[in-house]
């Protein structure tokens, strides 16, 4: 549905817009906001991509968190109540400051979410051994918050990490499915199963990785469990909505899907469809 006349709907039926926002410093988050659609279809949603600032994962904490708390502002001047950062850098090193020391100032009633708390609440439910593997950004792995927020949950797990700075540039030059793709999934994983002995689970806390699922599962060894963030996040979200009936109640249900990026759109437009599943228009902004 064309966002303005989604928006005069809405008003035409006295509701205020209110979507949920989802963030990402590019494309991967698409692949969060695909899950959630698929959970909560009801609701309206805006996406953004800071592509022209991208990729965050090689930035330092005080430039991720003033180029995130950036893209909040603008989520929260189009009347989100709710913010999704679908993007583990973003999670990892700016969220936790935005929601103790910015929303009680500047949006006290507004939330601001990310993507790692709901996987390492979880994920101690697929691991016998007690033993996992994480592959991610070097930006994510530097950050160790995996380890830390798994360690909160399940002080019994030792972590294993593997930063994999080639895959992200293979999925988003389409290359996720070609042979260059198999000799660094090859190298990484075979550096990361190297590294302890038992790991019996494998989180993929990149949102781009997923796309290289079906290439990773040719190299892993059998009994080792894969996990994707995007249906994990989704299902949290229904949960949370559940606990707070107060955030809500406030967002609108027009099932509109609206799509914006800091760069070009028509390049948005065509790399979006590998990551969303479906083209999609977007519209470029400033922040």
């Given at each position: 549905?064309?966002?303005?006349?989604?928006?005069?709907?809405?008003?035409?039926?006295?509701?205020?817009?209110?979507?949920?926002?989802?963030?990402?410093?590019?494309?991967?988050?698409?692949?969060?906001?695909?899950?959630?659609?698929?959970?909560?279809?009801?609701?309206?949603?805006?996406?953004?991509?800071?592509?022209?600032?991208?990729?965050?994962?090689?930035?330092?904490?005080?430039?991720?968190?003033?180029?995130?708390?950036?893209?909040?502002?603008?989520?929260?001047?189009?009347?989100?109540?709710?913010?999704?950062?679908?993007?583990?850098?973003?999670?990892?090193?700016?969220?936790?400051?935005?929601?103790?020391?910015?929303l009680p100032l500047i949006a006290p009633d507004r939330r601001v979410l990310g993507v790692i708390?709901?996987?390492?609440?979880?994920?101690?439910?697929?691991?016998?051994?007690?033993?996992?593997?994480?592959?991610?950004?070097?930006?994510?792995?530097?950050?160790?918050?995996?380890?830390?927020?798994?360690?909160?949950?399940?002080?019994?797990?030792?972590?294993?990490?593997?930063?994999?700075?080639?895959?992200?540039?293979?999925?988003?030059?389409?290359?996720?499915?070609?042979?260059?793709?198999?000799?660094?999934?090859?190298?990484?994983?075979q550096h990361l199963l190297g590294q302890g002995a038992g790991i019996d689970t494998i989180l993929?806390?990149?949102?781009?990785?997923?796309?290289?699922?079906?290439?990773?599962?040719?190299?892993?060894?059998?009994?080792?469990?894969?996990?994707?963030?995007?249906?994990?996040?989704?299902?949290?979200?229904?949960?949370?909505?559940?606990?707070?009936?107060?955030?809500?109640?406030?967002?609108?249900?027009?099932?509109?899907?609206?799509?914006?990026?800091?760069?070009?759109?028509?390049?948005?437009?065509?790399?979006?469809?590998?990551?969303?599943?479906?083209?999609?228009?977007?519209?470029?902004?400033?922040?």
């Amino acid at each position: 549905m064309n966002a303005g006349i989604a928006s005069r709907r809405l008003l035409f039926l006295g509701m205020k817009y209110a979507p949920i926002g989802v963030f990402d410093s590019g494309y991967g988050g698409l692949t969060i906001l695909k899950e959630i659609v698929k959970y909560l279809p009801q609701y309206d949603y805006v996406y953004l991509g800071d592509n022209a600032r991208a990729p965050y994962g090689n930035r330092s904490f005080e430039t991720v968190y003033r180029y995130t708390l950036q893209c909040v502002e603008w989520f929260f001047a189009q009347g989100c109540p709710l913010v999704v950062l679908a993007c583990n850098t973003a999670s990892a090193k700016a969220l936790r400051t935005i929601q103790q020391n910015d929303l009680p100032l500047i949006a006290p009633d507004r939330r601001v979410l990310g993507v790692i708390r709901p996987t390492t609440e979880v994920i101690g439910n697929y691991s016998v051994t007690r033993r996992v593997g994480i592959m991610a950004t070097a930006g994510t792995v530097n950050s160790g918050s995996y380890t830390i927020e798994i360690n909160k949950f399940y002080p019994d797990i030792q972590v294993f990490q593997e930063a994999c700075p080639m895959w992200v540039p293979l999925v988003e030059n389409n290359e996720h499915n070609g042979q260059g793709a198999d000799y660094f999934i090859q190298k990484n994983l075979q550096h990361l199963l190297g590294q302890g002995a038992g790991i019996d689970t494998i989180l993929l806390a990149c949102t781009h990785y997923p796309l290289l699922a079906n290439k990773i599962m040719q190299y892993l060894p059998a009994g080792i469990k894969l996990l994707s963030q995007g249906e994990i996040v989704a299902r949290s979200l229904v949960h949370y909505l559940e606990r707070h009936p107060e955030i809500a109640n406030r967002i609108s249900y027009s099932k509109l899907r609206k799509f914006c990026t800091t760069d070009d759109a028509i390049d948005f437009e065509q790399k979006a469809s590998i990551f969303y599943g479906e083209s999609v228009a977007a519209e470029r902004i400033e922040l």
